[in-house]
């Protein structure tokens, strides 16, 4: 079925320090791909999202073009920050007749030092 | 803006009880509504898809007699753990749908405890 692979387990950079996560899919046609955001003790906060080829998708500095030649949709940062620090999660939607089923990667925890 | 309350936060129960959890949208009608769990080593588990005026769409490994789930109007769901065990310790989160959006807003979670 179709799915996403990213950047998993720890990932440690100092602030100003450039961010990359990666994230590929797997799927048909053209999935809605997101970027979630876990901070301890809360549920998953939307970052943004992408529906077509090219679009980007940005908010709070972190952005990510969808890229269907490559089927990525890889997280970039310039500067990240200690507030930053979270976990980070690539989804893609399957449409499911009138439901949607998202399906999520496993994660890659950020952690920045000041 | 679109949010998604759930309750109770934090649950601590004795084996072989049950808990019961509940999902609110706010500012939006919550015609889907997607039940997850999440544990350190299995991340996101998709327990259930609820569509108002649908079947409830189970996923492999979870059924209706041990996660029954309502979802009687577009703000509201709720879900019950019966019998809960060790394994069904976890995160369970709700995430809501509006009919004309994309994206599924979810709530802080409740965290089940199995004493």
């Known amino acids: 079925g179709d799915s996403v692979t990213q950047t998993e387990g720890q990932v440690a950079l100092s602030e100003e320090d450039f961010l990359t996560i990666h994230c590929n899919y797997s799927?048909?046609?053209?999935?809605?791909l997101f970027w979630y955001v876990q901070y301890p003790g809360e549920g998953p906060q939307l970052l943004f999202r992408a529906s077509r080829d090219k679009e980007k998708g940005s908010s709070r500095g972190f952005e990510a073009t969808y890229d269907k030649g490559t089927t990525s949709f890889h997280l970039r940062k310039a500067s990240v920050q200690e507030s930053d620090s979270a976990v980070y999660y690539c989804?893609?939607?399957?449409?499911?007749?009138?439901?949607?089923?998202?399906?999520f990667g496993k994660g890659a925890k950020l952690t920045v030092s000041p | 803006g679109a949010l998604v309350y759930q309750y109770p936060r934090r649950t601590i129960c004795k084996s072989g009880t049950s808990m019961r959890m509940e999902c609110q949208a706010v500012g939006f009608q919550a015609t889907s509504v997607a039940w997850y769990r999440q544990s350190p080593q299995k991340t996101f588990e998709l327990i259930a898809l609820?569509?108002?005026?649908?079947?409830?769409?189970?996923e492999q490994n979870f059924t209706q007699e041990k996660f029954p789930i309502s979802h009687p109007n577009l703000s509201f769901s709720s879900m019950t753990v019966l019998n809960a065990y060790l394994e069904d310790r976890g995160l369970y989160l709700c995430g809501a749908r509006a009919n004309s959006g994309n994206t599924l807003y979810f709530g802080e979670g409740s965290r089940l405890i199995v004493v």
């Open positions: 989804a893609l939607r399957q449409q499911q007749g009138t439901g949607s089923k998202l399906s």
């Open positions: 609820s569509t108002v005026n649908s079947a409830i769409k189970y």
């Open positions: 799927a048909s046609g053209y999935p809605t």
